[in-house]
């Protein structure tokens, strides 16, 4: 079964605090529209730094939003052998 997309937004306060929450549509939708505050930022990841403390925010802070999934690593055995003549 194919793991449906989820948003991740990572966010930072003015005071340079950072989360990120996974969330599905609707409940990103519902904070975009009723919980974040009126002067957030949303800044573009491909023009500023990835640290998110150095986004810029305005006085409710900044939100980058990521769609995708989620993935794990699989751990691998791997075995080296040497030979010698």
């Given at each position: ?35 974040y505050g009126?002067?957030?930022?949303f800044p ?42």
């Open positions: 079964m194919k793991e449906q997309e989820k948003y991740y937004v990572i966010s930072v306060n003015p005071d340079g605090d950072v989360a990120i929450d996974m969330l599905d549509r609707d409940t990103l939708l519902d904070r975009l529209n009723n919980s009126l002067d957030v930022k573009d990841l491909d023009k500023v730094d990835t640290d998110p403390q150095y986004w810029p925010t305005g006085d409710d802070g900044a939100v980058v939003i990521i769609k995708g999934i989620n993935i794990m690593p699989k751990a691998q055995q791997v075995v080296t052998k040497y030979d010698i003549d």
